[in-house]
């Protein structure tokens, strides 16, 4: 099988995850792609829950200027006001899920229909 191995650090950060689904489910987990278009509620703990797993990578889309109604309803918007201002949901929501696991690619894209 010409698969590319889990790494050392890999295989220690997602040992319970490997000892779920195994660890080919693990390598195909940590080369997939995934882009989220808006990031409210549950979202927000979709995508925790996708970086915790080890995706290979997690693009945000959410060009909405963080105000009150995304501030209430997403977890990964810190409360301090000065963090957020004049910034997007997903600029901040990315600097949250980073934090999460480093091993994943968290990135923002503009909303290119706008």
């Not at 010409?2 to 987990?29: H, P, S």
């Amino acid at each position: 099988m010409d698969e590319e191995e889990l790494t050392e650090q890999e295989t220690a950060l997602y040992d319970r995850q490997i000892r779920v689904w195994g660890a080919n489910a693990q390598r195909r987990l940590t080369k997939s792609h995934i882009l989220v278009s808006g990031i409210k509620g549950t979202v927000a703990e979709f995508c925790k829950n996708i970086v915790l797993a080890g995706v290979g990578s997690v693009t945000l889309m959410d060009d909405r200027l963080v105000n009150e109604e995304p501030l209430n309803a997403n977890f990964l918007i810190p409360p301090d006001e000065n963090a957020y201002r004049g910034r997007t949901v997903a600029e901040i929501c990315c600097d949250s899920l980073r934090g999460f696991n480093p091993m994943v690619l968290v990135s923002v894209v503009k909303d290119v229909c706008q």
